[in-house]
């Protein structure tokens, strides 16, 4: 039979950056979405319409999957009822619709943004450094990380919680020679995931093996995760930037006062 991975937010930059790397022989993909792909479907994938919020969807989706990839959700800052339904309500609605068909594995997007008011030399020695949201999504991420564990250690379910770097096909910035997850070492922590076997809940950072990065690999190297991939062959051209100090808070632009909390931007 074959392996069958369902990605929601199928449609999104991640997920299309994902399915080149994930396509393999016996392997099918699920692309769930409200809009379909922009890229052409490949013969060993398909398109789901399905809202991350409807029950019923999710269950049908999800029946006879062996990994379910959660995506979907608002990306940036929104008003409080937005974010609290879409990337809270969403997650608990994909959680609970895994564990009801089966599903063994789930990889929950978290972000950096949980963490974002933190410094980087305050989280820089930490294997899992404390939640520290720096928006209402990031507040909606540390929720993700939260629903990770608990259906992790409730349901039998493998599940781990990524907090998603900067997520780009190349760096383009400073910050992202720290912050890098190259859509290959996206999809190492993919297949890092499909391959669990003990159930529990994990957090861990998806960020590339970047010569400048502010944060630890202890927990992903833990469940099998190992990036190879390094921001540092982008230096050169982005002009060389110097490193940014360890004062830096790792949310980035989401911290400023042009990104007010409970906006949309």
């Not at 974002?116 to 305050?122: L, P, W």
Request: hydrophobic letters at 45%; proline letters at 7%.
């Amino acid at each position: 039979m074959a392996e069958r991975i369902v990605l929601t937010g199928g449609s999104g930059d991640i997920a299309s950056s994902l399915r080149p790397h994930l396509a393999a022989p016996g392997r099918r993909l699920v692309l769930l979405d409200l809009v379909p792909p922009a890229q052409p479907l490949q013969a060993a994938e398909e398109h789901v319409t399905a809202d991350v919020t409807d029950q019923t969807a999710l269950e049908e989706a999800f029946a006879g999957a062996d990994l379910v990839v959660h995506l979907a959700g608002h990306r940036s800052e929104r008003p409080w009822p937005d974010i609290a339904a879409v990337n809270i309500g969403g997650t608990q609605a994909v959680l609970e619709a895994a564990r009801r068909t089966g599903v063994r594995r789930v990889l929950l997007a978290s972000s950096i943004h949980a963490v974002g008011a933190s410094r980087a030399v305050d989280v820089v020695d930490e294997v899992e450094p404390a939640p520290h949201p720096d928006t209402y999504y990031g507040v909606s991420k540390a929720a993700v990380e939260a629903l990770g564990r608990l259906y992790g250690s409730r349901s039998g379910m493998s599940v781990v919680a990524a907090r998603i770097g900067t997520a780009q096909p190349a760096p383009a910035s400073a910050r992202a020679l720290s912050t890098w997850l190259s859509p290959g070492d996206a999809a190492r922590l993919v297949e890092a995931v499909a391959r669990l076997e003990e159930p529990g809940g994990h957090v861990v950072w998806a960020v590339s093996a970047n010569t400048r990065r502010w944060v630890r690999h202890d927990a992903g190297a833990a469940v099998g995760f190992v990036p190879v991939d390094d921001a540092e062959a982008w230096a050169a051209s982005l002009g060389d930037p110097d490193p940014l100090p360890m004062e830096t808070l790792l949310g980035g632009a989401f911290t400023d006062d042009d990104h007010p909390v409970g906006g949309t931007w």
